[in-house]
């Protein structure tokens, strides 16, 4: 088994990358991190359990992680909240484009 040091230092590291993702808007990134959470906290667990690394150290981790986990969600809904609002912003374009070339003519029935 890895150090234990070792392995919260993995932690912090992670979710370092995913910090600077999520300040990127980097949503590839931040979904290909994701898909490393269980493979760096299983080993931590697995090290707490036998009794290598004090609780309090994984907690904090783990309370972190579940932070970052809030943040992002908050972010991600205010990314699609915004996508949506450009979208409708777009199709009232597209709309109102229409709308002045049947009036101009534009377009014969």
Same mark, same amino acid.
């Given at each position: 088994m890895a150090d234990v040091? =070792? &392995?919260? *230092?993995?932690?912090d590291d992670l979710?370092? $990358?995913l910090d600077r993702a &999520? =300040? *990127?808007q980097d949503? *590839? $990134? &931040?979904?290909e991190l994701a898909g490393q959470?269980? =493979?760096?906290?299983e080993p931590v667990m697995s090290a707490l359990e036998q009794g290598q690394v004090s609780?309090?150290?994984?907690r904090e981790r783990l309370e972190a992680l579940n $932070?970052?986990?809030e943040v992002a969600n908050n972010a991600a809904e205010q990314a699609r909240d915004e996508a949506r609002r450009e979208l409708q912003g777009m199709n009232q374009?597209?709309?109102a484009a229409r709308a002045y070339q049947d009036m101009s003519g534009g377009r014969r029935k």
């Open positions: 040091n =070792e &392995l919260l *230092d993995g932690m979710r370092g $990358r &999520l =300040e *990127d949503w *590839d $990134r &931040l979904n959470v269980r =493979e760096v906290v609780a309090t150290e994984v $932070r970052f986990v374009n597209r709309s």
